[in-house]
């Protein structure tokens, strides 16, 4: 089970983090990925991360911006979002996918069979 929390209203150019416990999910062998969604939009993924750690990938529309990380030990994955724009303004989702190797990550949905309910994050102008 994912549980996202974290999300909330900020203004532009502030900082958010979001967390996921993902118990079960965060072995070397679950890639982990951050999504998100806005109204009217299909869902896309903005950051992931390989099981070992080892390998990210970032949309190029957050890249430089925000941050994916993962604590095997507490079961945890975060994503450290700066310099928040409105056109991030989403419910933004957080998802694994197993990974016999450890060393990929994701970008498509498809892969991913696990999934959290969302957490809404808003950002004002």
């Known amino acids: 089970q994912l549980v996202e929390s974290g999300g909330g209203s900020v203004q532009a150019g502030g900082p958010l983090r979001l967390s996921c416990a993902a118990s079960?999910?965060?072995?070397?062998?679950?890639?982990l990925g951050w999504f998100r969604q806005a109204p009217g939009r299909e869902r896309e993924c903005v950051a992931a991360i390989s099981g070992n750690g080892g390998s990210t990938y970032y949309a190029d529309s957050v890249k430089g911006r925000f941050t994916i990380s993962r604590d095997n030990v507490k079961d945890t994955v975060y994503l450290q979002m700066n310099s928040l724009k409105p056109e991030d303004t989403a419910v933004y989702y957080c998802?694994?996918?197993?990974?016999?190797?450890?060393?990929?990550?994701?970008?498509?949905?498809?892969?991913?069979?696990?999934w959290g309910q969302g957490t809404q994050v808003t950002v004002s102008s």
């Open positions: 998802a694994a996918a197993y990974s016999v190797t450890g060393t990929n990550y994701y970008i498509q949905q498809t892969r991913y069979s696990y």
């Open positions: 079960g999910r965060t072995s070397s062998n679950y890639a």
